[in-house]
């Protein structure tokens, strides 16, 4: 069962997207986006569902690209990893500069803004 987080140890680097500091995967891929967007509820559930033991960044990154982007088409609505991560760092950035004028309503949609 630790092994089960042991992806969520990953991080990616904060200046993916001009995010400041370190974002972790879970950060960036919460329950609710990959279950609209994946076979998965979790990004920990993705990153264990493919075939690469996952116990950290480092090991994160050595999944070969093309394999890992095999993974993300078949088990996604995105063709590749860039395209499913740029579509996250949107979403996490859209919905963390979303203004919530009434006092912070819950779940605000990034497209509604402007």
């Given at each position: 069962?630790?092994?089960?987080?042991?992806?969520?140890?990953?991080?990616?680097?904060?200046?993916?997207?001009?995010?400041?500091?370190?974002?972790?995967?879970?950060?960036?891929?919460?329950?609710?986006?990959?279950?609209?967007?994946?076979?998965?509820?979790?990004?920990?559930?993705?990153?264990?569902?493919?075939?690469?033991?996952?116990?950290?960044?480092?090991?994160?990154?050595?999944?070969?690209?093309?394999?890992?982007?095999?993974?993300?088409?078949?088990?996604?609505?995105?063709d590749d990893w860039r395209s499913m991560l740029s579509a996250a760092v949107?979403?996490?950035?859209?919905?963390?500069?979303?203004?919530?004028?009434?006092?912070g309503a819950e779940g605000p949609s990034a497209e509604a803004s402007e």
């Open positions: 069962m630790r092994e089960e987080h042991s992806a969520l140890d990953a991080t990616v680097s904060g200046e993916i997207g001009g995010l400041g500091g370190d974002v972790t995967l879970d950060d960036l891929f919460g329950d609710d986006w990959m279950a609209a967007h994946t076979d998965s509820e979790s990004i920990a559930g993705f990153i264990e569902s493919c075939s690469h033991e996952v116990e950290g960044q480092e090991s994160f990154e050595s999944i070969p690209e093309r394999e890992w982007d095999d993974h993300v088409a078949a088990h996604s609505e995105f949107e979403s996490y950035v859209g919905v963390a500069q979303t203004p919530t004028p009434e006092g």
